[in-house]
């Protein structure tokens, strides 16, 4: 059943249909050309991001919107969204210095902008920067040559120009980009359109691999910020693992730990932590991705001991990276939870793996790459639209040194609280993110282009030596400042053609 389906049932995560309210109006009142038959209770105005609230008051359903609503794209383009970490952040499979993500932009006909995020993460994420603006340019290029198809159309179409896990992050922000366009075009926040479960959400703190001491002044600083889940990134060095977890214990007695290996350990010693921990009266209320995504084997052998043994569920994180892969853990048994992520699956992706965990019987994470707040409020107006997510861990825009973001959720420690602003309600200064594809673009071309200027220089030099030995011929046969002046004009154009050349590549 793909994600129009998923709508128009009720939902598993709570009782009430998925819906969303927008302000009620007169069955008189005139109707957009971009709904392809009229629809009770739409309001047509189009707000900025930082516009007024839409008081809750109608409901219309996600799949109408999806199969009725006709988006007709005047702008779509992608740019780098680089921003610097406060420290460097360590899992299991990688290390980042710096977040070096893809922002979206898609504005409709109508003036409504949407935005979107595409999360790159080393070894997690398939795409790097270089190639997520590419596909995004692809993708924008299909969306300004497509007007007046349904939004679940153009959105089918895009999963087939980003298919799969390999361009799955850059699916999931042009997704979000064009479906918080339409929320800004209908004039309800995102949350509603997800369901209006609640407009607020709390979530964990992740502290990564870090010295223990490190640690403790980690745990120590969000303990007094209100966080009570920490998940700790483990699964490098099993004793410093165990190190770690002894010192935050010591500084914050009282928290809860997520643990997650990101594919660190082997089963066996996957167990040795849980073990350990034991002996310390400490059992996690989450074990997250124990073991690497393809050893199916090791993940069930270890869900099933940390289930019946040590009472701590397991979640599988880098092995639920399609559908396919979600069907596998619930006929398997494999897990116990699993864990969405946007930047895997898509938008749509991620509510069909919803509703299949659901219907299932398995319990819900929901969490990100590392993502500033256009991505991470995205995903927090699902979780709390839905409702239905039993782990909730959007945290990574904490841990950035600045926030490019304007507007948005507010953030007290650990609770987002998002507002009744339409759509998204966060957007970029677009100009800003100009200057930082400029400068990517350079970096990117900096080996290359130094190729170039070695040659242009070394033609510079061939060329003005020529002009050199002429103008002295010409002198010598007492030639006219006319003829001078055309040899300039004649070297002047050579050099007009290698500098083009070099500002085509």
């Known amino acids: 059943m793909g994600p129009s389906g998923f709508f128009s049932l009720h939902s598993s995560c709570h ?78 499979s990688s290390r980042l210095d710096k977040v070096e993500n893809v922002a979206i932009r898609v504005e409709l006909n109508n003036g409504c902008v949407g935005w979107g995020e595409a999360p790159i993460l080393p070894h997690v994420t398939a795409e790097d920067q270089q190639t997520a603006l590419a596909k995004a340019a692809d993708a924008c290029q299909f969306l300004k040559k497509s007007p007046g198809k349904t939004l679940g159309l153009v959105l089918h179409e895009i999963e087939g120009i980003l298919p799969g896990h390999a361009f799955a992050s850059v699916r999931a922000g042009v997704e979000m980009a064009m479906i918080d366009a339409v929320a800004n075009s209908i004039g309800i926040p995102l949350w509603r359109l997800f369901g209006g479960f609640s407009n607020e959400i709390t979530t964990d703190i992740t502290i990564p691999i870090v010295s223990s001491m490190e640690a403790a002044d980690l745990a120590l600083k969000y ?89 701590v569920s397991v979640a599988a994180d880098e092995s639920c990276r399609s559908l396919a892969d979600v069907k596998k853990i619930v006929e398997e048994n494999l897990a116990d939870v699993i864990n969405i992520k946007l930047a895997k699956v898509g938008v749509l992706g991620a509510l069909e793996i919803i509703e299949l965990a ?30 239905c997510f039993k782990f909730i861990d959007l945290d990574t825009p904490i841990l950035l040194a600045e926030d490019p973001v304007l507007e948005g959720y507010k953030v007290s420690g650990p609770v987002y609280k998002f507002s009744n602003a339409r759509g998204h309600g966060g957007f970029l200064h677009w100009e800003n993110i100009a200057w930082d594809k400029f400068m990517t673009n350079v970096e990117f071309g900096t080996s290359k282009m130094s190729s170039y200027f070695v040659n242009l220089c070394s033609t510079f030099v061939l060329i003005s030596g020529f002009f050199s030995a002429h103008v002295t011929h010409l002198r010598s046969m007492n030639q006219t400042t006319s003829d001078l002046v055309s040899l300039a004009y004649g070297v002047c154009a050579w050099m007009l053609v290698i500098l083009c050349g070099i500002g085509y590549y």
Request: charged letters at 20%.
């Open 15 to 92: 009782s009430t249909l998925l819906c969303f309210p927008v302000n009620r109006i007169s069955t008189t009142q005139k109707f957009p050309s971009n709904f392809k038959k009229p629809i009770k209770g739409i309001t047509t105005a189009c707000m900025a991001a930082e516009a007024t609230a839409a008081p809750p008051s109608a409901v219309f359903g996600f799949q109408n919107l999806m199969e009725t609503f006709t988006v007709d794209v005047h702008r779509a383009e992608g740019r780098p969204l680089n921003v610097p970490l406060i420290a460097p952040f360590t899992i299991a």
């Open 223 to 311: 303990g007094k910020q209100g966080f009570n889940i920490l998940k700790l990134k483990v699964g490098k060095n099993l004793n410093a693992d165990i190190e770690v977890l002894q010192a935050i214990r010591m500084v914050h007695p009282n928290c809860s730990f997520i643990l997650d290996a990101n594919e660190g350990y082997n089963s066996n010693e996957a167990i040795q932590v849980l073990e350990k921990l034991h002996e310390m009266k400490v059992t996690p209320i989450l074990f997250e991705q124990p073991v690497h995504r393809d050893d199916w084997e090791g993940l069930g052998h270890v869900s099933n001991v940390a289930k019946y043994k040590y009472g």
């Open 358 to 387: 659901r219907e299932a019987g398995l319990d819900l994470m929901i969490g990100g790459m590392v993502e500033t707040r256009l991505a991470m409020g995205f995903a927090g107006h699902l979780a709390a639209g839905l409702g």
